[in-house]
């Protein structure tokens, strides 16, 4: 059956009203998602890196079946970086694009241990010289293993949301980041990300979001809402 349309909601007019719509909405994504964080399984910043760069294209559910082996074959750095891209494209094929992300992972390892002392290092500017490392993996590291709000990780979900909610209008993500950035206090930059992912994968999900059970409901006018 198709969905009905949405009731109408009215756009905040003034800068205080579009302030206070962006608090409306922190606040009903923290009383939704209070402690939401990285869904991917990790012990480290390493680890957390190379599951990053494993869910491109794939679902944490997969990667996360796919790293407890993967860390037991290869437990360090130096591991990572004297495999052969064959063998470990092997290890993670059933994450897909399986030998541009084995590539990565050992340039990621061979670039940590050459210049960062075999440790992640903690900016952003030092993250972007990583193989496989643009910004939303970046963000992903640096907020969740450092706890360093570098920027807003924008993925698919929060692409989508953020352009639902009418945070952005833009498509690229760098864009959108630099939107979300600017409206979003820093402090809560590291779990408004994580806030977003759990709510595009709970509620406002790509096709016929669930809007009747959203308390985002009342200040969202995407045109796709559901009733
Ligand atoms: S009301 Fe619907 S479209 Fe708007 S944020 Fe909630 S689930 Fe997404």
Redesign the pocket.
Known sequence: MPAKPAAKVRRPRTAAERTERIQTILEALGRLYPAATCALRHEDAWQLLVATILSAQCTDKRVNEVTPALFRKYPTVLDFAAVSQEELAGDIRSTGFFNNKAKSIIGAARRILSEFGGKVPGTMEEMLTIPGAARKTANVVLGTAFGVPSGIVVDTHVQR?AR??DLTQEEDPVKIEKDLMRLIPEDRWILFSHQMIHHGRS??VARK???FE?P??MV?Y?KD?TM
């Open positions: 949301i639902r909610l509620l406002c979001p669930r809007c959203c985002l409901n969202c995407a809402k």
